[in-house]
C-alpha cells in the first residue's frame, strides 16, 4: 500500500503563487518505482492531468494550460512531491490531487494511488 497526503492549498489573489506538497510513504513505497502525477478537479468538471514527473525526477511534463507557469519536482530523500504553481489564474481553482502509479502517471489507472486532494482557490 501507498499513502499519499497533499497540502499547500489554500486561497490566493490572480498572479499570485502555492506550493503543493505531496508526501508518499507505505510499506510498499520505494522513490524509483513509482511515476508521481498532479491532477485537479473544478466544480462540476471532470478530474484532469496537470503535471507528473518520473520516478527519477529526470522526466517531467505539463498540460498545456499550466506549462510555463507550474514545475513540478520531487525529493526522493524527503519522499515528497513538489507543484510550484506561478501566475495563478481564477481557472486554476480547484481539488489539487496527488497521483502515484509504477506505470506512469500521465493518466490515472485502477491499482494506482491517489492522495486525499488539498483545495486550491484563486480569487480574481
Known amino acids: 500500500q501507498v499513502q499519499l497526503v497533499e497540502s499547500g492549498g489554500g486561497l490566493v489573489q490572480a498572479g499570485g503563487s502555492l506550493r503543493l506538497s505531496c508526501a508518499a510513504s507505505?510499506?510498499?513505497?520505494?522513490?524509483?518505482?513509482?511515476?508521481i502525477g498532479w491532477f485537479r478537479q473544478a466544480p462540476g468538471k471532470e478530474r484532469e492531468f496537470v503535471a507528473t514527473?518520473?520516478?527519477?525526477?529526470?522526466?517531467?511534463y505539463y498540460s498545456d494550460s499550466v506549462e510555463g507557469r507550474f514545475t513540478i519536482s520531487r525529493d526522493n530523500a524527503k519522499n515528497t512531491v513538489y507543484l510550484q504553481m506561478n501566475s495563478l489564474k481564477p481557472e486554476d481553482t480547484a481539488v489539487y490531487y496527488c497521483?502515484?502509479?509504477?506505470?506512469?502517471?500521465?493518466?490515472?489507472?485502477?491499482?494506482?494511488?491517489w492522495g486525499q486532494g488539498t483545495q486550491v482557490t484563486v480569487s480574481s
Open positions: 507505505g510499506r510498499t513505497f520505494t522513490n524509483y518505482a513509482y511515476d
Open positions: 497521483y502515484a502509479d509504477s506505470r506512469g502517471a500521465t493518466i490515472s489507472r485502477p491499482g494506482g494511488y
Open positions: 514527473i518520473s520516478r527519477g525526477g529526470g522526466r517531467t
